[in-house]
């Protein structure tokens, strides 16, 4: 397990990281969400060891992260970055090797991480040959082949087409079934719900909320209803603890302060009888997000 | 030893040990030493092949002498004896000398352009001749004959300090050759690896795969092991110089010019030579640590030249050095300076065996060389691994001021 214990980075004066605790379990993946310079990649520039915390304890199963673990990380940096003159498989044989895994091993493993990627190209080309989305995917091999125990993506999505993107996932997904502890930064709050078990949002170094995915959306409450119907956006207005109302294709978002003015909404709608639709939910991820960087 | 260094080493000397640049890097100057030797090597055999043909008139019995020494007169006797006959012939450029022999001396006719024939091999046979023939008119035995024409035998000597006889040339001619090898050897070494490996931090730091591989290893391990890989590289440089250098010794073994070269520098022991060895051997590694503590600064590869030529500079000038000493050797600044790391390389081998310095006070230099050496390693790296993270837009030197005042 991996456990941040009030960890602070301040760069001058600025601060970067400010109180950060988290904990990462085998199995499960961490979402780390935030807006640009939100401290991110701060934070897992400071578990690899890049930089120094100001203070704070970073530890693996109790103990601070030598040498011999770090060859256990898998770490995909935010600024990604290939020996351009080396092929794929003389890039990979590298990095894989300084992580502890035979040459041998590493060419069977490869053949196979390539056809499952579908990278275009063979482990024999050359790494300027490629272009921008496959490069990112042999980074991604390079990150993972050697079966991480503990593995780091920094924005492992951007730059990626919608069924890249998917491949992504997949990938991340096989990694956390086979038990390692997966964490992950992005901007993109889909991507984040989909694969993650638990979130963390920083906003200026501060964590604004954490916790299971579902349990934060809850924790909101069911304070978004969409409904389809044959009724007007001003009727709508006239209930009593709608607080706001947008138009969104046939239907209506409905933002209500209570979870209870859901009933009074169902009760209107529903008064003739049938409706195409209706539904109550908590606030999306993208929602709180919003929320939360709002508020200032 | 750590397997993470084992690695990066093995790494980087394989990366570059591929790639077509090192090879003509090795290759080139044994090309070119191929080529000038090949050319040299042809001019001779040109020359053997116009060995001159000379048509011996007048006295057969002497011309018979000539015909059985054709080898060592480098002539070749032409079969013309009739004097019309060869004057056509020397007319037509189908000879290129009559000689002409009458009683007590000899006429050798030649053409503008003639082959070289050489007068006094053919001054030495007729006087022997004629000395012999005029000894056995005085009624001499064979034996006295013999003896009467006997050559002088003078041998020459070149008496060295250390009792070591050579028969060599001049002796400041060696220690100049050893001056300007060690030079040469050293500033090039540098000039070549030390961008090597400018480039290769340059090129990891730019593109960011430095990230990558700190996530596996350390910066120290980063560190050592490419210039330890660069070194290596460095020193497979030599050896196959220096096997090449075996190669060629064994194929030219009795060729004059190989003879030359040896006696130049046959002042030149086995110990010198281990010591001048190590002496460019630890220099290359100053420089090279030197080089990846600042090319730790750099950004991207544009700045690499900006980065090393400072190291450049400060090469050469231990190689200005080395010339303005041969002149004065007993200088103070001089005496001082090869004492001074990252020049005495270029300095002490020479002070050594010219006999200005003696045996212990070139291995202090060594020694101390050495100890700087240590220090800049592990001073270097503690720059690198500040640094290598780190994109700063600063002026190199200003970054490495900077790093020095806060060094905790
Ligand atoms: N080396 C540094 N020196 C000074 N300030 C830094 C340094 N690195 C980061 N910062 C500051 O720390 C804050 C957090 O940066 P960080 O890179 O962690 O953000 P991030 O959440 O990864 O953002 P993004 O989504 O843009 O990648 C930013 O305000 C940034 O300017
Ligand atoms: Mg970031």
Redo the contacts between chains.
């Keep these: 397990m991996i456990q941040l214990t009030n960890l602070n980075k301040q760069f001058g004066d600025k601060v970067a990281v400010k109180n950060m605790n988290m904990a990462l379990e085998p199995g499960k993946v961490m979402g780390l969400i935030g807006q640009n310079g939100a401290g991110k990649t701060t934070t897992f520039r400071m578990i690899l060891n890049f930089i120094a915390p100001t203070s704070g304890d970073i530890t693996w199963n109790g103990h601070p992260i030598t040498q011999t673990d770090k060859q256990k990380i898998g770490f995909l940096p935010e600024e990604r970055g290939l020996y351009q003159k080396l092929t794929i498989e003389e890039q990979i044989l590298y990095f894989s090797e300084l992580h502890g895994m035979t040459r041998s091993d590493t060419k069977i493993a490869l053949a196979d991480w390539l056809k499952r990627l579908d990278v275009v190209g063979k482990a024999t080309d050359k790494v300027q040959s490629l272009s921008k989305g496959n490069a990112q995917k042999v980074q991604m091999i390079a990150a993972l082949i050697f079966n991480p125990e503990f593995i780091i993506l920094d924005e492992p999505f951007s730059g990626l087409d919608p069924v890249n993107t998917s491949i992504m996932m997949n990938e991340i997904v096989r990694l956390r079934d086979n038990g390692a502890m997966i964490i992950f930064s992005s901007h993109d709050m889909n991507n984040v719900t989909k694969i993650s078990d638990n979130l963390t949002m920083l906003k200026q170094g501060e964590i604004v909320l954490q916790g299971g995915v579902q349990e934060i959306r809850e924790q909101f409450g069911r304070t978004k209803v969409y409904v389809e119907g044959p009724f007007s956006k001003a009727e709508l207005a006239n209930i009593a603890g709608v607080t706001q109302i947008n138009q969104q294709g046939a239907g209506f978002d409905i933002t209500i302060s209570d979870e209870a003015t859901g009933h009074q909404i169902f009760d209107f709608v529903t008064r003739n009888g049938y409706i195409p639709a209706f539904s109550q939910q908590p606030p999306t991820l993208d929602d709180i997000f919003r929320q939360e960087v709002a508020l200032s | 030893m750590n397997?993470?260094l084992t690695?990066?080493i093995k790494?980087t000397f394989r990366?570059h040990f591929k790639t077509r640049g090192y090879w003509l890097l090795v290759l080139s100057p044994i090309i070119f030493a191929v080529v000038i030797g090949g050319i040299i090597f042809g001019v001779t055999q040109m020359q053997g092949n116009t060995t001159p043909t000379v048509a011996v008139i007048g006295n057969s019995q002497v011309r018979q002498v000539f015909i059985r020494d054709e080898k060592t007169l480098d002539i070749k006797v032409s079969k013309i004896t009739d004097s019309q006959k060869a004057n056509r012939s020397l007319a037509a450029q189908d000879l290129d000398g009559i000689l002409t022999l009458q009683d007590d001396n000899a006429t050798l006719t030649t053409q503008p352009k003639s082959n070289t024939i050489n007068k006094e091999a053919f001054v030495s046979v007729l006087g022997n001749i004629s000395r012999s023939q005029k000894a056995t008119n005085y009624g001499l035995t064979a034996a006295q004959t013999q003896d009467l024409i006997q050559p002088f035998n003078l041998k020459s000597v070149v008496k060295q300090p250390d009792n070591k006889s050579t028969n060599g040339e001049n002796s400041d001619m060696a220690n100049y050759g050893i001056a300007v090898a060690i030079g040469i050897i050293t500033t090039m070494i540098v000039m070549w690896y030390a961008s090597m490996i400018a480039t290769e931090i340059a090129?990891?730091k730019s593109?960011?795969?430095?990230?990558?591989?700190?996530?596996?290893?350390?910066a120290s391990i980063q560190y050592f092991g490419k210039m330890i890989g660069i070194f290596a590289l460095a020193v497979t440089h030599l050896l196959i110089y220096i096997i090449a250098g075996a190669i060629g010794y064994v194929i030219l073994q009795n060729n004059p010019m190989l003879d030359g070269i040896k006696q130049t520098f046959s002042g030149v022991t086995i110990g010198f030579s281990i010591y001048a060895v190590a002496f460019i051997l630890i220099s290359v590694a100053l420089y090279l640590i030197l080089t990846a503590m600042i090319a730790s600064l750099i950004n991207d590869n544009a700045q690499v030249q900006q980065a090393i030529q400072p190291i450049t500079f400060l090469a050469m000038i231990g190689y200005m050095f080395s010339f303005i000493m041969t002149n004065m050797p007993n200088n103070l600044a001089i005496k001082i300076l090869s004492y001074v790391p990252f020049i005495s390389q270029s300095m002490m081998p020479v002070r050594l065996v010219t006999k200005v310095e003696t045996w212990p006070a070139a291995i202090l230099s060594l020694i101390i060389s050495f100890v700087a050496m240590i220090v800049l390693a592990w001073f270097g790296k503690n720059i690198y691994a500040k640094n290598v993270?780190s994109y700063s837009d600063d002026k190199i030197m200003s970054q490495l001021i900077k790093n020095i005042k806060n060094r905790n």
């Design positions: 397997k993470g690695i990066v790494q990366s090129n990891e593109s960011r795969i430095m990230e990558t591989l700190l996530a596996a290893t350390s993270l």
